[in-house]
Structures are given as C-alpha cells and as structure tokens.
C-alpha cells in the first residue's frame, strides 16, 4: 500500500517517519523507558496495541514484557515506521511477538480485542478525537487499559483536555495521570 492509499484526513500533520530518528534514539531510555512506565500495566500473555507505534520504541518494550505467550500489534499509517519498527524488532530478538498493522485514516483494522492499547504522542494527529476514542474503545478488553501520553512541548494542556472530554464520550474514564516525562498523561479504561 503507498502512502497516498492512506487516508488520515490530515496529512499535513503527522510527524515525517524520517524525523522520529530525532527522538528515537538511545538516550531515550532516559526519560521514557518502556518497561519501568509501562511494567505496572503490560504482563506476560497479555495482547497489546501500540497505536502510532513509529519506529517500535514501546513495541520493542512491550514485546519484552508480554514474553513469548503474549502479543504486540505495532500499529502506525506510514508503511516506513513499520518497515523501521520490525527491522528493530529482529535485531532486538522480539520480531515474532509482534505484528505490523498498516491502519488507514481512523480505523485500526484490529479484530482481537487489546488488554492494554498505548498512545504516545500521537492523538494528536488524528483527524477526528471522538472518531478515535470510539475505535480505541472498541478494541479494548472490558477491564483492559489505554496509556494516553501527549507532548507538552507540542499539546497543550486544554488540547490535551479535549482529547480526554473525547475519550469519556467514547465511554471512558479517566482513571489517573500516571507520570511520563516531558508529558501530559492519562491512564483510561471502562470505569
């Protein structure tokens, strides 16, 4: 599939797959390291979703914690993210506990139902917040939970309330802000 097949409504807005090299890179570990922020949520055998995953930074992360019994689905729109994502993947020895999926426009295009489904730094490129809450929400287990992070240096604080007002529309609650650097956060679920 090429890129002009993908509908995202806004095209303009999405982060170029070549300058997630920027952020994605070694000294990340730092600040956003997957396994000490996502740990408290993501267990062995769960199925997870890592939605605009871009070059597999929380995939990789979260294909450790979920172990061989567990699943990954790296979701993104732009089929060079995803090219990156699982060539990082094989090298790091977790490939086969994740599946690439090629998303269009608001639609996920995920059937199995996710325990844990991550958003980081992403919702807002999305053309449609409640479009994409209710398609988050119905991939969600019933007790499963959404890690919501946003940038502070790119969203502000009443965006990032939008996008919660959103997400309770969709039928989700805000169930804590949970810590995340250089972010504003939120853990969602069912109530």
Known sequence: MSNSDIQTGKPDHICPWFLAYLFDNPLRKWFHNPEKMLGPYVKKGMTVMDIGCGMGYFSIGMARLVGDEGKVYAVDIQPEMLDVAMRRARKKEVGPRISPVLAAGDRIGIKEKA??????????????FKVFFRSLADSLSGDGKIFM???????????????????????????????????????????
């Open 149 to 191: 992070a946003e940038p502070r240096f790119h969203v502000s604080r009443s965006v990032f309330e939008k996008e919660i007002q959103a997400a309770a529309a969709a039928g989700l609650t805000d169930l804590g802000r949970p810590t995340a650097a250089f972010s504003h956060s939120a853990l969602l679920g069912r109530g």
């Open 115 to 128: 325990d844990f489904i991550l958003t980081f730094w992403m919702v807002h490129e999305t053309p449609d």
